[in-house]
């Protein structure tokens, strides 16, 4: 997957999954404390969190693997700085990627935009839930608080994950600092 991948592609998502591993056990944290004053769908309204290097990495490449690659090493990452969930959350980083991936891969690597965005975002969280439905014990729960709890991910994978994706995509290509990728060749073509 990665044998057509220039170097410094490998680098920036290298980079990428780094610094969202560090963003994504503060964000445990942050999940722990509001759990402890709501309860478990607490962690749902910033689930979209655990979904962002998908989406800015496969945005900035725009090859085919990025968002799953992005997403296992970012949760790698995670792992070996400290999250508690231990070598299972690689499995979570690749639930997750490979819904955000599905997204992308339904426009065969085509599509760049705000509505693909918003899609991943959607399709990870649903991903994800699936998963923590069928480990995490979600079946214990009432039936009306799991869709309320799926409700709750999928517009937090959307707004957060889609539209902030997008929001750090677009900061980060304002910088300049993007110009030698996928994505300033093809924001340079549409503007010709």
């Keep these: 997957m990665l044998a057509k991948w220039k170097l410094k592609e490998v680098v920036l998502m290298s980079l990428l999954a780094v610094v969202f591993g560090i963003i994504y056990l503060v964000f445990v944290h942050i999940g722990n404390i509001w759990s402890s004053l709501i309860g478990p769908i607490a962690y749902e309204w ?3 969190v655990w979904f962002l290097v998908s989406i800015v990495a496969m945005a900035i490449i725009r090859k085919p693997g990025a968002a799953l690659i992005s997403e296992v090493m970012a949760a790698t990452i995670e792992v070996l700085i400290g999250n508690a969930l231990g070598p299972r959350l690689i499995l979570v980083g690749l639930v997750q990627g490979l819904g955000a991936e599905a997204a992308f891969a339904a426009t065969r690597y085509r599509r760049f935009d705000l509505p693909v965005y918003i899609l991943a975002g959607v399709l990870a969280a649903i991903f994800s839930f699936v998963y923590g439905y069928l480990l995490g014990g979600f079946a214990a729960l009432s039936p009306w608080y799991v869709l309320l709890m799926l409700g709750i991910r999928i517009l937090s994978g959307a707004v957060i994950a889609g539209y902030g994706g997008h929001l750090i995509v677009n900061g980060l290509y304002a910088t300049g600092s993007l110009r ?10 549409a503007r010709a």
């Design 46 to 48: 910033i689930f979209g």
């Design 180 to 189: 030698g990728y996928a994505i300033a060749r093809q924001k340079r073509d």
